[in-house]
């Protein structure tokens, strides 16, 4: 695992001086002076620099977030044009966590970026997540290191947002947030909560929250045709086969809806309107 800050003085020296009140004087418009603050002192993780892990954190550095931890071990590839913020010309075989957190700094220089290149699995969720996090933001697909992220949120009580697939949908306005255990037409959510009960011991009772906050989208999924006789194989192009197609317009939704629920849970009473249901 490799774990680093990028130091706050490298940054500076390459970007001209910040007005933090010119930055984000918006968002103390918006959500008040005190939340500001509050979202200045908060660490918040993002576990998939994904097409939906990467909008939110663009979206959190936007919003003065004073501490993000990126986790990924992925590189960027010409493949993730279509979905991912850092995917460009001239970043391609770079590191996600490494691109995004260049990026966070052109942001907010005065924003700390911790860079972890790896992957979590089971084995060492609590190991990778375990620092002092106020938020941890889940955007990756893989079933059982979800369930293990879960599971660490609630032993320890830390507040995690799940996200669940985004792709297979074109329709960025049948996304919402629910409590995990009322996600419907999500097949990944759907595994993850079956996951939890199983193995972690949460509720069985279909009225009950688990009390994970998750995003999803109430899409019918739609599957990719089936490759044509003499079309060329995909294995030489590096391109996931199995995979569904996706559109930004859909996981960057997923992230910044993620982002704005971590912020509106920051900001507490200064300018919450209701858990979600």
């Keep these: 695992m490799s774990d680093s800050t990028l130091p706050l003085a490298a940054a500076a020296a390459t970007l001209p001086a910040a007005d933090p009140e010119r930055r984000f004087g918006g968002i103390a418009r918006l959500y008040g002076a005190a939340a500001l603050q509050r979202f200045q002192r908060s660490h918040v993780a993002i576990v998939g620099i994904g097409g939906v892990g990467s909008w939110a954190a663009e979206a959190l550095a936007r919003s003065a977030i004073g501490h993000i931890t990126l986790i990924d ?43 972890v290149e790896d992957f979590v699995t089971p084995e060492n969720v609590d190991t990778i997540l375990g620092g002092a996090f106020d938020q941890v933001l889940d955007a990756i697909d893989q079933v059982r290191t979800k369930a293990a992220m879960i599971a660490w949120s609630r032993r320890r009580g830390t507040p995690l947002i799940t996200a669940g697939g985004a792709g297979g949908q074109v329709d960025p306005t049948r996304i919402q947030i629910a409590d995990l255990a009322f996600s419907i037409q999500d097949p990944l959510l759907a595994r993850v909560r079956s996951l939890l009960r199983r193995e972690y011991a949460f509720t069985r009772e279909p009225k009950k929250k688990f009390g994970i906050t998750a995003v999803f989208s109430s899409e019918p999924l739609r599957y990719p045709a089936p490759a044509s006789a003499g079309e060329p194989a995909c294995a030489s192009s590096g391109l996931n086969c199995a995979g569904f197609g996706s559109s930004v317009c859909v996981t960057a939704a997923f992230g910044l809806l993620a982002a704005g629920e971590v912020l509106r849970t920051l900001a507490g009473s200064d300018s919450a309107s209701g858990a979600p249901g």
């Design 73 to 115: 071990l992925d590189m960027i590839n010409e493949s993730n044009v279509n979905r991912q913020v850092h995917a460009l010309d001239g970043e391609f075989g770079k590191a996600k966590v490494g691109a995004m957190a260049q990026r966070i700094h052109a942001i907010n220089p005065a924003c700390v970026v911790t860079e």
